[in-house]
């Protein structure tokens, strides 16, 4: 069995809300948000609302960071949330997001960063 540093989370954010998705004060509170829903620690925080649309962000917590990037033109979120160790579950943050971008359909892949081999395994290889 390997254990791994963290979970990252892919998420892929479709028919969500123009107008959230092209607010950056909208944007930047749901995702603050979503990382204190998952029981994370907020340490940084930088948005940036592009013209004509569009917000990309990324909220950096003690346990990693959410990030996203958005085209309310189409309504979509491409979002990611990776979290280190045990605490906080990134789906719990993801969930929260594809509700409050109220977002039609959500697909999402975990995959697992920084996996090491147990003593045990490293000795039976």
Not at 58 to 69: G, K, P, Q, Y
Not at 90 to 103: E, I, R, V
Request: aromatic content about 8%.
């Amino acid at each position: 069995m390997s254990n791994s540093l963290g979970r990252h989370v892919l998420a892929e954010m479709y028919g969500c809300s123009f107008d959230t998705l092209n607010d950056r004060e909208k944007v930047e509170t749901i995702m603050v948000n979503a990382a204190l829903e998952a029981g994370a620690e907020v340490r940084e925080v930088v948005f940036h609302k592009f013209s004509p649309q569009g917000v990309s962000g990324v909220v950096v917590i003690s346990e990693s960071h959410l990030a996203i990037h958005t085209w309310p033109e189409l309504g979509y979120a491409a979002v990611d949330v990776f979290t280190c160790g045990d605490r906080v579950n990134p789906w719990d943050a993801c969930n929260y997001l594809t509700d409050k971008f109220q977002a039609g359909h959500m697909t999402a892949t975990e995959m697992k960063r920084g996996i090491f081999e147990t003593q045990k395994e490293a000795v039976n290889l």
